[in-house]
């Protein structure tokens, strides 16, 4: 009875171990792939010949110091290898010259700097890369790739894909600015350069998750004033920027703050209303002309477009954001709670050529989670990809509250529009199974790998936080490394993360 006794004893002890080292790893695995670095202190390089970069790397710096960050900059000539090895987060704004060279100013980073590294001796590092170029060129922002290549071999993580401004296109510099709220984690910055956007109407809103544990997201469809849409408004990948709007409570409730009620309220619609009292006891003694003058615009927002022209809506799936009990996000909430049905939208299709369908003909594995499943959504309906074969990973929170679109896609697997799915679901996973879309890829990695050798591109949709960084690792264990880096050299591997 001893040894019997004695034998339990052991054996539930080695169950308590095994079951503390498993919840230690699938922590430790999920905490070290959600961070996206949001230190302090911010290392900004910019290499520039006729100053377009450097403009864009003071501004950089001004909206990352008033979200509270202490910022650098230096010429990328001016990093040392001292300064990588400190930094945590780096962002490059680089421009192109000659054959896909670099401007003066950069010229010696990587021959000087960068080569004091090894492989992976930079992996601590988190980067951000901005290259600026002109696409009528043969190496369009050539630098910027280059730099990615050897910061690349140096094992530093990438935030997301290289953002290429062709001929300093406004709304790639607001996209930018988009990452500079995350990685400073103040969305409520103001928008260098206002989009143009024309009105939209909002002719269908839906919660597609009204069960969900998770925030409720919302499938929703518009039509341009006056409707019509023809085939080539938007591509695949194309993006939505949308200018959001105040409800009516909050107009009202500034007001009452100010102390007065002479301003149209359509004009404070799209300002700014939300300020310390400091600030807003400054505003007190202008007359309404300055006053309005003085409250910036509310900055835009993006959303993947999830429909094909031809379905006769642009469709976006917003996730609402609630910051507390009273106050929602600024996009989300103006379109999932505020702007009612038959509302004007302000909005402004983005090209997003990175993130575009790639030729006819070619495999497409597309692998997201949450709402990305709306930018892949397009690729699957895009007219011009009928006869093309599309293999969809999607992970969301439980199959029987968040499996958006599941009639479409029951639909596209019947038609053969697309050949396979795998989803995965983590509040409904059993112990020890899979539980996120990343752990989809390894169990088929064979069949990935027989894909690409196939030609298949790879596209990834959805979350920055989590996602994109663990399908990012995955691939790389799966392909290889400089294999992945290759399918990004040749747009084969494509990345819209948010
Ligand atoms: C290319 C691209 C595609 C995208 N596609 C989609 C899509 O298809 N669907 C989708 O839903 N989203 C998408 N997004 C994200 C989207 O653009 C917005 O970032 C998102 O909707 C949140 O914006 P918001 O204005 O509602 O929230 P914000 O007002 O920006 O708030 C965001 C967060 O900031 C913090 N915060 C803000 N204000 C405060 C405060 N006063 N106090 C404390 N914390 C605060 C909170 O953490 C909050 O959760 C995409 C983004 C990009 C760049
Ligand atoms: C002589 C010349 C050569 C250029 N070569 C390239 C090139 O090879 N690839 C590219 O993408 N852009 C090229 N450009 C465009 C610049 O990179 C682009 O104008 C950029 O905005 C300049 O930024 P800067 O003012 O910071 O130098 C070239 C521009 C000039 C004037």
Known sequence: MRYLAASLLILSYLLFC?????NYRRKHRISTSQNINSSDSILIGYASQTGNAERIARKTKEQLTQAGKMVQVFTLNQITPAHLTQASTLLLIVSTYGEG????????????????????????LQI????LGDSSYQHFCGFAHQLHNELHNCGARFLTDIIEVDGLD??????????LGQISGSTRFSDWNQPVYSDWKLIQRECLNPASHGAPAFLLKLQPVPAGIPANYWHAGDIAEIGPGNSPAAIQHFLVRLGRVTIP???????????SEEKLSALKNLDDAALISALPELPHREYSIASAPAEGSLDLLVRQVRINEHQFGIGSGWLTVHAAINNLIRLRIRTNAHFHSPATERPLILIGNGTGIAGLRAHIVNPSRANAKHWLFFGERSAFADDFFHADIQHWLHTGLLTRVD???????????????QDLLTPNASEIQRWVAEGAAI??????????????????????ANQLEILADERRYCRDVY
């Open 423 to 437: 989803k995965i679901f983590s509040r409904d996973a059993q112990i020890g199974a899979p539980r996120y879309v």
């Open 459 to 480: 596209y990834v949709c959805g979350s920055l936080k989590g996602m994109a960084q663990a399908v990012d690792e995955t691939l790389a264990q799966i392909l290889g």
């Open 170 to 179: 406004e709304s790639a510099l607001r996209h930018w600015q988009y990452y």
């Open 128 to 131: 951000g890369l901005l290259g």
């Open 18 to 22: 095994w079951l503390c080292w498993r």
């Open 265 to 275: 309220t359509n004009i404070l619609a799209t300002r700014d209303l939300v300020m």
């Open 101 to 124: 060279e670099a401007p003066d100013n950069g010229n010696r980073f990587i021959a000087r700097t960068l080569a004091a590294f090894g492989q992976q001796a930079l992996q601590h």
